[in-house]
T-cell receptor, first 113, second 110 residues
Framework: GAGVSQSPSNKVTEKGKDVELRCDPISGHTALYWYRQRLGQGLEFLIYFQGNSAPDKSGLPSDRFSAERTGESVSTLTIQRTQQEDSAVYLC???????????FGDGTRLSIL | QQQVKQSPQSLIVQKGGISIINCAYENTAFDYFPWYQQFPGKGPALLIAIRPDVSEKKEGRFTISFNKSAKQFSLHIMDSQPGDSATYFCAASLGGKLIFGQGTELSVKP
């Protein structure tokens, strides 16, 4: 497909477990972003990758959160030792080099029991 | 200073009416202001966007009005339709990342 693809679409896990969320950006898009959307709220910026530059991690809420990106392709967001407050929809977006607009995937709905 | 404040939180409009959603910001370094539309279970989709050197942009039934001196911008949806019922988010760009408003849930009644 031509859009941003995220997997899994839903993830249910127990408190304390680690989770990995995957994002496949639009082909050719060098910028990739992760956002978190809590129920009924706006999107919160988490992290931003731009090509080979150091990522902007300023939005990561704690050291339990980390993300990696392989070149200009797939990105993985990892949450270690999950807590109930981590329950949210995690959205990924991509855009052309240093340009808007950002195109979003449909997100991963994460539920922590 | 990096907040974007959006109002109202919810809005009910009759079919054919005008929907108006407002946003305000503080940081004058913001350089791009998009509006996104989100349906339940889906990611946000770009609706329309504006840069701060333009005071108004229109695309079909959707218009952004931008007031740089007041640090406010708004979305107008003309001839609102039931299919427009969704959550709308304003946002502002800073160094590439987007800062989002809290969202407006729009319901258009037939």
């Amino acid at each position: 497909g031509a859009g941003v693809s995220q997997s899994p679409s839903n993830k249910v896990t127990e408190k304390g477990k680690d989770v990995e969320l995957r994002c496949d950006p639009i082909s050719g898009h060098t910028a990739l972003y992760w956002y978190r959307q809590r129920l009924g709220q706006g999107l919160e910026f988490l992290i931003y990758f731009q090509g080979n530059s150091a990522p902007d991690k300023s939005g990561l809420p704690s050291d339990r959160f980390s993300a990696e990106r392989t070149g200009e392709s797939v990105s993985t967001l990892t949450i270690q030792r999950t807590q109930q407050e981590d329950s949210a929809v995690y959205l990924c977006a991509s855009s052309p080099y240093k340009a808007q607009p950002q195109h979003f995937g449909d997100g991963t709905r994460l539920s922590i029991l | 200073q990096q907040q974007v404040k959006q109002s109202p939180q919810s809005l009910i409009v009759q079919k054919g009416g005008i929907s108006i959603i407002n946003c305000a910001y503080e940081n004058t370094a913001f350089d791009y202001f998009p509006w996104y539309q989100q349906f339940p279970g889906k990611g946000p989709a770009l609706l329309i966007a504006i840069r701060p050197d333009v005071s108004e942009k229109k695309e079909g039934r959707f218009t952004i009005s931008f007031n740089k001196s007041a640090k406010q911008f708004s979305l107008h949806i003309m001839d609102s339709q039931p299919g427009d019922s969704a959550t709308y988010f304003c946002a502002a760009s800073l160094g590439g990342k987007l800062i989002f408003g809290q969202g407006t849930e729009l319901s258009v009644k037939p």
